[in-house]
């Protein structure tokens, strides 16, 4: 098949989150498979200045319609494997700066612009390249409008640019909410600024309009695909996701094994494997000096990866912060975002130095030394779309500790209600709750051979994004 994927980050080239890393998985499986597979990404500095790049070829000028405007473009491709071909959609005054979305302190004033700029670039260079896509793959709010932008592209044009297109939602917290001036820049028909179009309570709604409008709407977890279309975790969009119902599937984000590996983890100072763990004690053992541990400490160590937003928990962590100063464990944090979890994360370690440790930035070797050299690792999301770092913690033998929301409980199995398969402890979003899930980490601990058979589940368990490709493989036939 001629597969098109249209996402705004991808690993290595840009990443936020988990959608980098699970684009870049999938079209990597599905390259694998002999598909002819191209990614569209916006021309950020960051691709710009990678190596992969360094060679891309200028394929295409741009001339975009956004209202009444004409704005000038330019379109690049590389290709870094067999295969795959990359995209980029440039235009410096949207895409020459560091971050994707912000600044840090809050989104960028020019995000519908920089976005609806994005998708019409694509529409326009699968027109002008004549690429004739099986199937085009939009992600997340960023991409919702493809489908619509190319059913009317085409109908201007009397041309077929894609027989079928998909839209995963992989957080519908994120939604491209705009004021709805904003909607002429798109050029569609004034009707779709309509409730059953891209209309939301006023404003312009970019993810509703990928919900409604595209041949098959996916989520990254089966549990999420009946999350969504409750008013608990819908947010807002559950009655737009209800009318999609038949549409929808769930289909789980797997884990990229070529670099979330603990046997061939370069990022790693040694690697390990489950018949071999002598390595992990190595990892851990570089963690704790790093954090400026003492490297002799023999209890639990805790780890804790994430942007710091409500989702994520961040604040049932620190109403637990007295477990964390009052028992014998070490607690490791890595994670930026919200500058007043920040503060009370530092404050916390700056409170026990030789306990608690944060490091407030992006570090992808980081990460994986914290999989590898933690016992535990916290992750109370209030929601969660699929998650990646509990399938990572139990591929690197670290007993995830989550609570049961979303792709959580598709991945996690808790270990005291079942001892014979459990390979993970869980919990609900409460404070409380979290609680007795980190005390029960402290019982487990304790009784080294129950904790081993724990992590040896976890490590064989199989998270490889075979199956995953395989579904959406399925998916695309089946649209087809
Ligand atoms: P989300 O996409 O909601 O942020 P996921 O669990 O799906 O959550 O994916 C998060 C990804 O981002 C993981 O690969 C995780 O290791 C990574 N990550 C999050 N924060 C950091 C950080 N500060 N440094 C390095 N990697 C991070």
Same mark, same amino acid.
């Given at each position: 098949?001629?597969?098109?994927?249209?996402?705004?980050? /991808?690993?290595?080239?840009?990443?936020?989150?988990?959608?980098?890393?699970?684009?870049?998985?999938?079209?990597?499986?599905?390259? %694998?498979?002999?598909?002819?597979?191209?990614?569209? /990404?916006?021309? &950020?500095?960051?691709?710009?200045?990678?190596? %992969?790049?360094?060679?891309?070829?200028?394929?295409?000028?741009?001339?975009?319609?956004?209202?009444?405007?004409?704005?000038?473009?330019?379109?690049?491709?590389?290709?870094?494997?067999?295969?795959?071909?990359?995209?980029?959609?440039?235009?410096?005054?949207?895409?020459?700066?560091?971050?994707? &979305?912000?600044?840090?302190?809050?989104? &960028?004033? %020019?995000?519908?612009?920089?976005?609806?700029?994005?998708?019409?670039?694509?529409?326009?260079?699968?027109?002008?390249?004549?690429?004739?896509?099986?199937?085009?793959?939009?992600?997340?709010?960023?991409?919702?409008?493809? *489908?619509?932008?190319?059913?009317?592209?085409?109908?201007?044009?009397?041309?077929? /640019?894609?027989?079928? !297109?998909?839209?995963?939602?992989?957080?519908?917290?994120? #939604?491209?909410?705009?004021?709805? !001036?904003?909607?002429?820049?798109?050029?569609? *028909?004034?009707?779709?600024?309509?409730?059953?179009?891209?209309?939301?309570?006023?404003?312009?709604?970019?993810?509703?309009?990928?919900?409604?409008?595209?041949?098959?709407?996916?989520?990254?977890?089966?549990?999420?695909?009946?999350?969504? #279309?409750?008013?608990?975790?819908?947010?807002?969009?559950?009655?737009?996701?209800?009318?999609?119902?038949?549409?929808?599937?769930?289909?789980?984000?797997?884990?990229?094994?070529?670099?979330?590996?603990?046997?061939?983890?370069?990022?790693?100072?040694?690697?390990?494997?489950?018949?071999?763990?002598?390595?992990?004690?190595?990892?851990?053992?570089?963690?704790?000096?790093?954090?400026?541990?003492?490297?002799?400490?023999?209890?639990?160590?805790?780890?804790?990866?994430?942007?710091?937003?409500?989702?994520?928990?961040?604040?049932?962590?620190?109403?637990?912060?007295?477990?964390?100063?009052?028992?014998?464990?070490?607690?490791?944090?890595?994670?930026?975002?919200?500058?007043?979890?920040?503060?009370?994360?530092?404050?916390?370690?700056?409170?026990?130095?030789?306990?608690?440790?944060?490091?407030?930035?992006?570090?992808?070797?980081?990460?994986?030394?914290?999989?590898?050299?933690?016992?535990?690792?916290?992750?109370?999301?209030?929601?969660?779309?699929?998650?990646?770092?509990?399938?990572?913690?139990?591929?690197?033998?670290?007993? *995830?500790?989550?609570?049961?929301?979303?792709?959580?409980?598709?991945?996690? !199995?808790?270990?005291?209600?079942?001892?014979?398969?459990? !390979?993970?402890?869980?919990?609900?979003?409460?404070?409380?709750?979290?609680?007795?899930?980190?005390?029960?980490?402290?019982?487990?601990?304790?009784?080294?051979?129950?904790?081993?058979?724990v992590q040896q589940r976890g490590m064989s368990r199989d998270?490889?994004?075979?199956?995953?490709?395989?579904?959406?493989?399925?998916?695309?036939?089946?649209? /087809?």
């Open positions: 098949m001629k597969i098109v994927h249209v996402a705004s980050e /991808l690993y290595p080239y840009m990443k936020t989150g988990g959608l980098a890393d699970a684009v870049a998985a999938l079209v990597g499986a599905l390259a %694998d498979h002999a598909h002819e597979v191209s990614v569209f /990404l916006p021309g &950020y500095r960051a691709v710009i200045e990678h190596g %992969d790049a360094a060679g891309a070829e200028r394929k295409l000028r741009l001339k975009i319609e956004m209202g009444d405007q004409f704005l000038s473009g330019d379109v690049r491709v590389f290709s870094p494997r067999k295969n795959l071909l990359v995209y980029l959609i440039c235009r410096e005054e949207f895409y020459d700066r560091r971050a994707p &979305y912000g600044n840090g302190e809050r989104d &960028y004033e %020019d995000n519908s612009d920089r976005f609806v700029f994005f998708c019409k670039g694509v529409v326009e260079t699968l027109r002008l390249a004549d690429v004739q896509a099986d199937v085009v793959h939009c992600h997340d709010w960023q991409a919702a409008l493809l *489908p619509l932008l190319l059913r009317e592209a085409e109908r201007r044009h009397r041309v077929t /640019l894609a027989l079928k !297109t998909v839209f995963t939602i992989h957080n519908i917290a994120y #939604q491209g909410l705009f004021p709805a !001036t904003t909607f002429a820049r798109t050029n569609l *028909p004034d009707e779709l600024y309509h409730i059953d179009g891209l209309e939301y309570y006023s404003q312009v709604n970019y993810m509703k309009g990928g919900i409604l409008f595209a041949d098959r709407v996916t989520t990254v977890s089966p549990r999420y695909a009946r999350e969504i #279309q409750t008013p608990e975790f819908g947010c807002g969009l559950d009655g737009v996701a209800q009318t999609r119902a038949e549409d929808i599937v769930g289909l789980l984000n797997g884990v990229d094994t070529s670099i979330w590996n603990p046997t061939v983890d370069a990022l790693l100072p040694a690697r390990y494997s489950r018949a071999d763990l002598a390595g992990k004690a190595a990892c851990r053992a570089e963690l704790m000096k790093r954090c400026g541990f003492s490297v002799d400490f023999k209890g639990p160590v805790f780890g804790m990866i994430c942007r710091f937003a409500e989702q994520k928990g961040v604040d049932l962590v620190l109403a637990n912060r007295d477990f964390f100063l009052s028992q014998e464990c070490r607690f490791v944090v890595l994670g930026t975002g919200d500058k007043r979890m920040e503060a009370e994360m530092r404050a916390l370690a700056a409170e026990a130095p030789g306990k608690v440790s944060l490091a407030a930035k992006l570090d992808e070797s980081m990460s994986h030394l914290i999989e590898a050299g933690c016992d535990f690792f916290v992750m109370p999301s209030l929601f969660e779309p699929c998650g990646l770092n509990q399938m990572y913690s139990q591929v690197y033998g670290t007993v *995830p500790i989550v609570s049961r929301v979303g792709g959580l409980v598709d991945t996690v !199995t808790d270990a005291d209600e079942f001892p014979a398969s459990g !390979t993970g402890l869980m919990c609900e979003p409460n404070v409380a709750s979290l609680r007795d899930a980190l005390e029960r980490a402290l019982v487990l601990y304790g009784h080294p051979a129950r904790y081993a058979a998270f490889s994004w075979e199956v995953a490709a395989a579904g959406y493989e399925t998916l695309y036939r089946e649209a /087809l």
